[in-house]
Antibody, heavy 124, light 113 residues
Framework: QVQLVESGGGVVQPGRSLRLSCSASGFTFGRYTMHWVRQAPGKGLEWVAVISYNGGYEWFADSVQGRVTISRDNSKNALYLEMNTLRDEDTAVYYC?????????????????WGQGTMVIVSS | DIVMTQSPDSLAVSLGERATINCKSSQTVLYTSSNKNYLAWYQQKPGQPPKLLISWASTRESGVPDRFSGSGSGTDFTLTINNLQAEDVAIYYCQQYYNTPNNFGQGTKLEIK
């Protein structure tokens, strides 16, 4: 069925790195702009990053700019988020999400498909 | 950045009654060239990811009950839930996608009175 499944979360010390993955199935992954959105415990939603359908364009939230990279492998229907120099405030559930508009690159978009999320805890 | 502000932060409504949630953007999210408002509404139940209810301010997603409706234009928007059901208990978020960053409102917690 149409779904997104995240993995790679865990407990990591401040300053270390972590790579999250998102596996897509049930739809033509390569046609969609993809996003990462996070949610700190008990808090609201914060958009993190976006990558165009072909991987050629990216955009990041100021809170993570310079510390994260986003990438995708359309041959594997996979999305990634590499997070470096992790901080306490990066502790959150990280969701991958699909933009509602296809093929063209829209860094700003609504999100019509979400994964269940993967928890990242930054703690010493 | 466009700041999204929801009101109220929480509300309690009786079963079968109407719930109204407001969302205000710090600048317009209406593209005049397309006459479309780049505003979405989500529902998030405990332990679940958000679910898109409404896009383009008033377009219900497939499968969303018609008791959910969105309205508004420019900077002021409303999510209305008619005939409130027990399964509507959730946190509701608005989000602008007029430009990046894709900012969300702080959320409105809806409970049953």
């Amino acid at each position: 069925q149409v779904q997104l499944v995240e993995s790679g979360g865990g407990v990591v010390q401040p300053g270390r790195s972590l790579r999250l993955s998102c596996s897509a199935s049930g739809f033509t992954f390569g046609r969609y702009t993809m996003h990462w959105v996070r949610q700190a415990p008990g808090k609201g939603l914060e958009w993190v990053a976006v990558i165009s359908y072909n991987g050629g364009y990216e955009w990041f939230a100021d809170s993570v700019q310079g510390r994260v990279t986003i990438s995708r492998d359309n041959s594997k229907n996979a999305l990634y988020l590499e997070m470096n120099t992790l901080r306490d405030e990066d502790t959150a559930v990280y969701y991958c999400a699909r933009g509602i508009r296809t093929v063209q690159y829209f860094p700003a978009d609504a999100f019509d498909l979400w994964g269940q999320g993967t928890m990242v805890i930054v703690s010493s | 950045d466009i700041v999204m502000t929801q009101s109220p932060d929480s509300l309690a409504v009786s079963l079968g009654e109407r719930a109204t949630i407001n969302c205000k953007s710090s600048q317009t999210v209406l593209y005049t060239s397309s006459n479309k408002n780049y505003l979405a509404w989500y529902q998030q139940k405990p332990g679940q990811p958000p679910k898109l209810l409404i896009s383009w301010a008033s377009t219900r997603e497939s499968g969303v009950p018609d008791r959910f409706s969105g309205s508004g234009s420019g900077t002021d928007f409303t999510l209305t839930i008619n005939n409130l059901q027990a399964e509507d208990v959730a946190i509701y978020y608005c989000q602008q996608y007029y430009n990046t960053p894709n900012n969300f409102g702080q959320g409105t917690k809806l409970e049953i009175k």
